[in-house]
């Protein structure tokens, strides 16, 4: 017997469709096969042709994605749900394991490229949101470069971090390890702290040399080592990177340069601001010393039409159980009405 089902995609969402299934018996089984899509319905339950069986939606009632969630404008998921794997992106999960977790937990099927087309777009909002956005960091910075292979080239990673508060003042993708991409870092690095280091401690490579000199001149001393010198150690860089080592794992599967620079943006966006560092206490760097911060996970972000944009004011306080050296700070977000922002 073949009838038409109907089903809700994404739950939750009001939004119907059609399509035909066939059920035969095997054995004690009752096996329903899939025969045709028909087309988007109004209804949450049909009847079907000869035999009018009739059929409910297979929606659980359990499924959590409430009808009143918010949605982004013009998009049919819920917002909550496009946070959620915003997160799970940039916490290192690929978008086939983000996609089979959304099946599991949210009966959704969706293309590998919606949610890469949600990357895209909220990447690029929240970089807009953080252009102008200048955090409290020390005098003290640490760069180092790593490389990953994009066909049959090396592409490079610079990094360039303040090394009290772990907040990643930038990073460069490029071809090359030259003097003209250590300033450009530096340059940058510079722009987001909104001041000059008093100390850049860097590897031996001679880029450096003139990238330091020529970004900041005599303003900052350029101090050059090894992991294993005590004094100039660029251990923390290296920390760093291996935490960042899915960061590499994930672009491996694109093969043009403009798309890693956009998902690079967006895992130091990550990294700053939603990723939880054990040094600073288990907050995000972002927290760590900075009055205000922009947004306090990728629900901000992916704001649902209609929801205010908001600001947070940071409050930290140190837990007196914490052991030492690492002490665990609370940091409390107070909601306030965000200033204007460049677009």
């Known amino acids: 017997m073949t009838y038409i089902r109907a089903k809700e995609i994404p739950p939750g969402s009001g939004n119907w469709y059609d399509y035909e299934v066939m059920t035969y018996r095997d054995g004690d089984k009752v096996i329903q096969k899939h025969v045709r899509y028909i087309g988007k319905s109004s209804r949450g339950s049909l009847s079907s042709g000869s035999g009018l069986a009739t059929q409910s939606s297979s929606v659980s009632s359990e ?14 998921t819920p917002a909550r749900l496009i946070a959620s794997a915003m997160g799970m992106y940039y916490g290192g999960m690929s978008f086939d394991a983000i996609q089979q977790q959304f099946r599991q937990d949210h009966e959704l099927d969706m293309s590998e490229s919606n949610y890469w ?3 895209k777009r909220f990447t690029k909002d929240a ?32 990094d360039i971090i303040d090394a009290d508060t772990r907040y990643l003042l930038a990073t460069r993708v490029s071809f090359t390890r030259s003097a003209r991409d250590a300033k450009a870092l530096m340059v940058s690095a510079q722009r987001t702290a909104g001041k000059t280091p008093k100390v850049v401690v860097t590897d031996k490579l001679r880029a450096y040399i003139s990238g330091v000199e020529d970004a900041f001149g005599a303003d900052a001393k350029h101090r050059q080592g090894g992991p294993f010198n005590v004094e100039n ?3 923390l860089i290296e920390r760093f990177h291996r935490t960042l080592e899915q960061r590499t794992e994930v672009f491996q599967k694109y093969q043009d340069i403009e798309s890693i620079r956009l998902l690079t943006g967006g895992w130091l966006i990550n990294y700053n ?16 010393r900075t009055k205000v911060v ?15 944009d908001l600001d947070y004011e940071v409050s930290l306080h140190r837990r007196p159980l914490a052991k030492k050296p690492y002490p665990v700070m609370d940091a409390y977000l107070t909601p306030t009405p965000a200033k204007e922002r460049s677009a």
């Open 63 to 76: 499924v959590t994605v409430s009808k009143k969630a918010g949605r982004v404008h013009k998009m049919k």
């Open 117 to 119: 087309n949600w990357v």
């Open 127 to 158: 970089a807009k949101e953080t252009k102008d956005f200048h955090p409290t960091v020390g005098n003290t910075w640490v760069a180092d470069e790593t490389y990953m292979k994009l066909g049959k080239r090396n592409i490079y990673f610079w």
């Open 233 to 235: 150690n660029t251990n």
């Open 273 to 288: 601001f939603f990723k939880q560092h054990e040094a600073i206490g288990n907050i995000p760097p972002a927290q760590a």
């Open 294 to 308: 922009p947004f306090k996970d990728w629900n901000d972000v992916i704001r649902p039409k209609g929801a205010p």
